[in-house]
């Protein structure tokens, strides 16, 4: 397993470069038909955001339009505020990619549940242990995968593609696909199996991608 250089991952700990405007925008989100948005939208009015934008579908899909709206609407010096971390990110890559491009249009990000805040260090330095946490396990999903193959063919498979994909190809391909660094060619290939095998027994692996693309965050049109 090779160490985690921070330089390599999202500059998360860098001080703020600008001037807060002191306006913050809330976003909220319900996953199930069950769920009601008034008691996120509360707490966010309570915090004191200006405008909210809220999504009722479930955060696997890719295209949560108030999301893209919130993400468009925010100005340098602004701060994103969510009710908690779940309801903004996917998973903990997909949280750390959009906290970092966040940052790089210095827009603040401040998480009510969790009490955490990148517009100061104490928070900046929360989500670079989640960096290094999110490559760790990353790392440790590859090394599980390279073991297993090596496992399977210590039994006689040697070389080529299994038949079937397995319920474990399956699994570590669900984890490497919304790493932003790893094609799905190349997680085919590390995985034994073919592109189109992940296609097809993954439903939603167009979803799970959509965590991996650099640049979703779309900032205001000039």
């Not at 009490?115 to 989640?130: A, K």
């Amino acid at each position: 397993m090779t160490a985690f250089d921070p330089a390599d991952g999202p500059d998360l700990l860098v001080a703020e470069p600008i001037v807060r405007t002191e306006i913050k925008i809330g976003y909220a989100r319900v996953s199930t038909g069950g769920q009601k948005l008034e008691r996120q939208i509360d707490v966010l009015t309570a915090a004191g955001c200006r405008k909210i934008f809220a999504d009722e579908k479930s955060g696997k899909n890719a295209l949560r339009p108030e999301l893209k709206a919130c993400h468009a609407f925010l100005d340098p010096g602004d701060t994103l505020v969510v009710p908690s971390l779940d309801r903004y990110g996917r998973s903990l890559q997909d949280l750390i990619n959009m906290v970092a491009e966040l940052r790089e249009r210095s827009v603040g990000f401040a998480s009510l549940h969790e009490n955490l805040d990148t517009t100061t260090p104490g928070g900046r330095l929360v989500f670079h242990v989640f960096a290094a946490l999110a490559e760790f396990i990353r790392e440790l999903i590859v090394i599980g995968t390279n073991e297993g193959l090596a496992a399977a063919r210590a039994r006689g498979r040697v070389g080529g593609r299994p038949a079937v994909a397995t319920e474990e190809v399956i699994r570590a391909a669900r984890d490497l696909l919304p790493d932003p660094g790893r094609s799905i060619t190349s997680i085919a290939k590390l995985l034994g199996v073919s592109p189109g095998t992940l296609y097809n027994h993954i439903p939603d692996l167009r979803e799970l991608r959509a965590g991996a693309i650099p640049g979703q965050l779309e900032a205001p049109a000039n």
